[in-house]
Nanobody
Framework: QVQLVESGGGLVQAGDSLKLSCAASGRSTITYYMGWFRQATGKEREFVASINWSGGSTHYADSVKGRFTISRGKAKNTVYLQMNSLKPEDTAVYYC?????????????????WGQGTQVTVSS
């Protein structure tokens, strides 16, 4: 089993930055694909970004491309999401996900493991 714990959410103003963290524990996730998703109130969960095990391959949703950066820690069991130039439409609960799957599958449905989520609220 893998446990994922997100942190770093909060209330910020439009244009501000936040950095989310996701710490994995339990079974080693070094070789897992990891990703970030978000779900706004009343909307379906959507893909935000993903990263492969080495950190050498990243993918982003068009809505965050150029503003958000996903990265992995040196120990590979932590993934970060640096969010810059935040907009009110970025307001959502952000979830971390991990799994042994392809980037396409991660983008489409997420991994087998999910965190509890962290709230990000961007005021205008």
């Amino acid at each position: 089993q893998v446990q994922l714990v997100e942190s770093g959410g909060g209330l910020v103003q439009a244009g501000d930055s936040l950095k989310l963290s996701c710490a994995a524990s339990g079974r080693s996730t070094i070789t897992y694909y990891m990703g970030w998703f978000r779900q706004a109130t009343g909307k379906e969960r959507e893909f935000v970004a993903s990263i492969n095990w080495s950190g050498g391959s990243t993918h982003y949703a068009d809505s965050v491309k150029g503003r958000f950066t996903i990265s992995r820690g040196k120990a590979k069991n932590t993934v970060y999401l640096q969010m810059n130039s935040l907009k009110p439409e970025d307001t959502a609960v952000y979830y971390c996900s991990a799994g042994l799957l392809t980037q396409a599958d991660m983008r489409e449905r997420g991994g087998d493991y999910w965190g509890q989520g962290t709230q990000v609220t961007v005021s205008s």
